[in-house]
């Protein structure tokens, strides 16, 4: 077994009252399986009904996350503080001092119930999790970015009647957001697609240089940000509203943020009835918490 999957498996089997209790990570998606990802679903209704408000009480939640970082941690810490949990913050810089992590963790494991990370590196939270006797969750890397993804298919699956059967396209080059979406189309069997100037596209993937054309017969549309010399390269493939016209009836426009109102995505179509951006992203609170309480007590009979 390599070290990859055996960080991405259970820790720590843990008897009790009968049942059995396995702490796991969330590293990359693909080492779960659809079922895992409804689990989750439901473990997010229930979070939203009152259930597991005390899950984390005496428990400590270590975070390593950059300035810049909003959605994802404001809606960690403010999870990890409704299931009764106390969030310790540091700076993600603190995980590249010279101190090995091997070490890091032997001291973390006296106190920390888990480890939440934000890191380019995801060499460094597989490292982590090899050591860390608590769940180690991805909160992004330069790779992907599980919870993102998570919170969108969560999204999905409260207004598309079958969000499994819809058709998947995403505008952007090839990076941690366009990753994540191929993890979660092999993880949930979408039929995914990609838009992108030449030069930025990802391995086994169906591509199209020109938006109009990719536009045609798509339900779920996805964006991300571009850096700032890629943008001449997808003058054909800016999502606008009457872009999103052409694509199937009800179809929906879920940019990943922060995006940019002229670049990828047009000022017009972000104002329309298209966008549900904000919806979305208001379940990375419950989703979250779902992520934490199915990795520290993942119950089988």
Known sequence: ????????????????????????????????????????????????????????????????????????????????????????LFPTETLDKKEDLRDVCGYLNN???MLIVRHKDIAVLDKLAEYAKVPVINAMTDSNHPCEMLTDLYALSKIRENFLQDQYLFCGAKGNIGLAWQEAAKVMGLELSQCCGKGYEMDDMKVYYDIDTAIQGKDIVCTDSLPKAALPDFRE???????????????????????????EVSADVIDSDYFVGYEFKKHLLEVQQAVMISCLIHEKP
């Open 1 to 88: 077994m390599t070290k990859a999957v055996a960080a991405a498996i259970l820790i720590v089997v843990i008897h009790r009252k009968g049942m059995v209790i396995n702490m796991r990570n969330l590293i990359r998606l693909t080492d779960y399986t659809a079922k895992d990802v409804f689990d989750i679903f439901d473990i997010a209704d229930e979070v939203r009904q009152g259930k597991y408000t005390d899950i984390l009480k005496g428990k400590s939640v270590v975070l390593f996350f950059p300035s810049a970082s909003i959605r994802t941690r404001v809606t960690f810490e403010k999870g990890i503080h409704l299931l009764g949990g106390q969030p310790i």
């Open 111 to 113: 106190w920390a119930d």
């Open 237 to 263: 493939c800016q999502v606008t509203k009457a872009v999103m016209a052409q694509a199937n009836k009800g179809a929906v426009l879920n940019p990943c943020p922060p995006f940019y109102r002229g670049e």
